[in-house]
Nanobody, 127 residues
Framework: QVQLVESGGGLVQPGGSLRLSCAAS????????IGWFRQAPGKEHEGVSC????????YYTESAKGRFTISRDTAKNTVYLQMNSLKPEDTGVYYC????????????????????WGQGTLVTVSS
């Protein structure tokens, strides 16, 4: 059974950092891509960053470029999202999802994963 568990969210001041974790079970990262998505208050779901299973290639939404880094630890079957220089507009619930497609396709189609992601982890960027 495919399962993803998100963790690592919290309250952080603007300019601070957080590292989110997406622990996978029921499959290995070698065969499935992972994406991080978020829903900010009053906004649509958005693909933040995704990583492909085939070659580890990554995709970032424009607002995340230069500040966020997605990585995977195949030994731990976990994908991380390191978020630096956080801004208030990064506030939201962050979810991870998995698919057998490329990082770019995943991140550009967040609605595809509605109903299949977990509890998510809340990130609040505020002073």
């Amino acid at each position: 059974q495919v399962q993803l568990v998100e963790s690592g969210g919290g309250l952080v001041q603007p300019g601070g950092s957080l590292r989110l974790s997406c622990a996978a079970s029921g499959f290995t990262l070698d065969y499935r891509s992972i994406g991080w998505f978020r829903q900010a208050p009053g906004k649509e779901h958005e693909g933040v960053s995704c990583i492909s299973s085939s070659d580890g290639s990554t995709y970032y939404t424009e607002s995340a470029k230069g500040r966020f880094t997605i990585s995977r630890d195949t030994a731990k079957n976990t994908v991380y999202l390191q978020m630096n220089s956080l801004k208030p507009e990064d506030t939201g619930v962050y979810y991870c999802a998995t698919d057998m497609t490329t990082a770019q396709i995943m991140c550009n189609n967040p609605l595809r994963y509605l109903g299949v992601w977990g509890q998510g982890t809340l990130v609040t960027v505020s002073s």
